[in-house]
């Protein structure tokens, strides 16, 4: 298998697709646009996902499970949710399949047409929504602070690996509260658990902002996310935290009675992120030699390679190994000792670097005598002959290192390209040269974002938080702006 | 909120309805045979997929993500596999809906009709073998052990919450080896691996055997499963592992080289468990009062309840409670402490029987004075006054207790239901009056297992793994048998 890779200089995407499916993270299956997520890519997914998990019950929620199908029907309850999803989604008209008597092998039963179509989840808010209806009497009943973790699937016509499949695995949180308040209150929690995940266990840095009115979730009153950067200078929104307002409990007629025995509303948030950010984590940090992961979310984070001849050789580095790898378990390190004897350890040490393995150690005869090990970090490309004394240890502050760095990293090049704008050529040029976040000003109309889009295909990222209030004249109109905007090109 | 339970005496199945329901493991949806699995419900599930996940990994295996649909032409590759599922399949035609021109809400864009229909996976042999294509060319790639947490549907006509609905949770297991040899011996250890769990996680005996040629998998040579018995006296397959020989292989083409440089049809085995575990944990244990959960997968193993008056009181019990919970949950124990005062302490005890808490502890102010708490047990309804002083020792003892007893309880009543009959008359009389696993001599063909099940509902659950051979005549058509097998009416 060629394990050649496509520079990023000389094919962004090429080199993408590259990592992906040498990385072996996932592969195009039979069925257009769904992706097999193999053992390695998930293995990653997993990681990120137990992470997140934690950190969801650690701030009050409970996983649950909601039906895959959506009655057509329950789509066109939010007048807006069904604009954004009816055109896209996967539709189950026929429940039975029979052998075709002409012997054409298996075919749809027309005896078997559904009443109402169902649809494939591409979201869930008008299932839970549904749901939530029998749950909520009272205030006591509130909140609800649910989250499920599902396959959804979105009929994409350009598919990318990771970035944008039919099928895609995500988490969606679904809270119900009793005041808008405490559903705001929770948009921005949520929004901040992603931030803190991202940054601390992706090391990738995101801005956190709101988006503009025509970048909102179909339903929502307000659309938070955070915006990352990746290498090529565009963005990618990372995730996204909703305040849907009362808008799916009118649809879906979720009351409650207040403390003073009143009927109202129920407040709605959502909230999700997906298998995307394996793809925005491959493209943030990799490099033409192959993936960098984090150590905190790397499937291996050491992987240790013998050096030998004979077996003499072999049985001693066995031996001295055995012990480097019970030590660095017992302090809960993900340690891979790779002593496959039809590989050379050359073809090894290309193999993990493909596959970004944090940290490797080299271990040979020779090492062994001197007592010694080659540690090398895949981040920085850096070797080191380290004394086998303290040796666990000394990996366990690399691997620290190692994360701090690479967020170091990222973080320095996402600040690097926050460029202010103040005239249209200005602009137009650094989104053809330097690309990135653009801070330009903005009148604040849906036209002339919509025209920026179409003559540079750059959007609105976001609207950052706390965002500094200054006077200004929109980039393209001309017209009074009260604040900056980011604008960039993206995934 | 009414919380009366239909006794098992007078409605067994509205009993286990009532159960699920009241219990908050699971409600009904809007889409026909689907459930929602509630939180409660998701936080058992969660346990048992953990504990089940472990111990795929602790045995080499590794999880994958594989497409959701199926293309229809897939499912037709393997003759007996496409009898089996495609009767009960949901059918994906179109991608996309539109606005009804005439005004009525969304309907099914007739232009987005897809060229090949995809099928909803039953299960996922067909999609996961013809990715396995690529993935195997040589001795060196082989086993492959994966394994897939997923959703999966079958369109049942009579659904019923947990035991059959038409989208379920599930892990299937597909594995690919060089030899037949190998891919038995898979076969055999994954049901080991559902016995060990299902016995000593779930605290339900079963029995292992193999099943007949009509009871097993669409396209599997052997089908092995392990047989529950609930309280009613009907079995229930609990979990099942199939050597699938090499039909899937040579279905989607799938060839290694040998070491001898020879090609050769890879070997397969498939295995499954699904939330139909949960149905099976509930109807073996309950009670009419409600839930009786395992420690070991119970979402909460301890609940404690404060009875006071006035807050001084409450203070000073919470501050004892704070110390007990601290160290339970140091011991690794999930305790909850319900001190919410909208519900009185008998409510709370009634509500935590309903959800089958292994162990409550209720702490009064008295009891505080003289350094005691109550301790009552689900299991037997046993409540003791036990010391303050090494409670957290004496309630991490009874967690296991209890995990003893409710397995030995339920091993007891599966050994008293295993009844041979050597007679058709008493085969009948067994059936109908005490139920359970009847142990008969059958004459090994189709047309009398077929019979007897039409006569009597009772199907051959298994042939036990190293079943006493011992000549006799089969219970039905008095021909020669030369051996016993299980039978029984059954979920």
Request: hydrophobic content about 40%; glycine content about 6%.
């Amino acid at each position: 298998m060629s394990k050649e890779i496509t520079s990023r200089a000389s094919d962004y995407s090429q080199w993408y697709n590259d990592l992906v499916i040498k990385g072996e993270l996932a592969d195009h299956s039979a069925v257009r646009g769904c992706m097999v997520i193999k053992p390695y890519g998930f293995a990653l997914w997993e990681n990120m996902r137990d992470a997140l998990d934690k950190m969801f019950k650690d701030t009050g929620h409970v996983n649950a499970y909601f039906p895959l199908f959506i009655p057509k029907s329950f789509l066109s309850k939010e007048a807006a949710h069904v604009e954004g999803f009816a055109k896209e989604c996967a539709v189950v008209t026929h429940y039975r399949l029979k052998n075709d008597p002409n012997g054409g092998g298996v075919i749809v039963d027309p005896e078997a047409k559904l009443e109402e179509e169902l649809i494939i989840r591409p979201t869930s808010e008008t299932i839970i929504w549904n749901t939530y209806k029998d749950w909520v009497q009272s205030y006591r009943d509130l909140p609800l602070l649910i989250n499920q973790w599902a396959n959804v699937v979105r009929w994409e016509m350009r598919t990318r690996l990771f970035l944008r499949t039919a099928e895609f695995l995500w988490q969606e949180g679904h809270t119900a509260h009793a005041t808008k308040e405490e559903a705001v209150e929770e948009t921005e929690k949520m929004l901040g658990v992603y931030a803190t995940f991202v940054e601390e266990f992706m090391a990738l840095p995101v801005i956190k902002g709101v988006k503009t009115a025509s970048e909102r979730f179909a339903g929502a009153e307000d659309t938070y996310c955070i915006e990352a950067l990746m290498q090529d200078g565009k963005a990618l929104q990372a995730g996204t935290s909703h305040f849907l307002g009362q808008n799916f409990a009118k649809a879906f007629d979720v009351k409650f009675s207040n403390k003073e025995n009143q009927l109202e509303y129920v407040w709605a948030t959502s909230w999700g992120v997906s298998t995307r950010l394996v793809g925005a984590l491959v493209m943030a940090h990799s490099d033409d030699q192959g993936l960098i992961l984090p150590p905190k979310i790397a499937p291996f984070q050491v992987v240790i390679v013998p050096i030998y001849k004979g077996d003499e050789q072999k049985s001693m580095i066995d031996g001295k190994v055995k012990e480097i790898m019970s030590e660095l378990k017992a302090m809960g390190i993900r340690v891979k000792y790779d002593d496959n004897d039809n590989a050379r350890p050359g073809w090894k040490f290309a193999e993990y670097e493909m596959k970004g393995v944090p940290v490797r150690l080299a271990i040979g005869a020779r090492d062994l005598e001197k007592n010694v090990v080659e540690v090398a970090r895949r981040d920085t490309k850096e070797k080191r002959v380290i004394p086998l004394e303290g040796i666990t240890g000394y990996v366990e502050s690399l691997l620290v290192e190692i994360q701090t760095a690479m967020f170091d990293k990222a973080k320095l090049y996402q600040q690097e390209h926050i460029t202010p704008a103040d005239t249209w050529e200005e602009f137009e040029k650094l989104l053809d040269e330097k690309g990135g976040f653009i801070s330009a000003h903005w009148d604040g109309t849906m036209e002339t974002e919509e025209m920026i889009k179409e003559k540079t295909k750059a959007t609105i990222r976001c609207i950052p938080l706390e965002n500094k209030q200054e006077t200004g004249q929109c980039i393209y109109s001309g017209k009074a702006s009260k604040e900056r905007v980011l604008f960039a090109r993206a995934y």
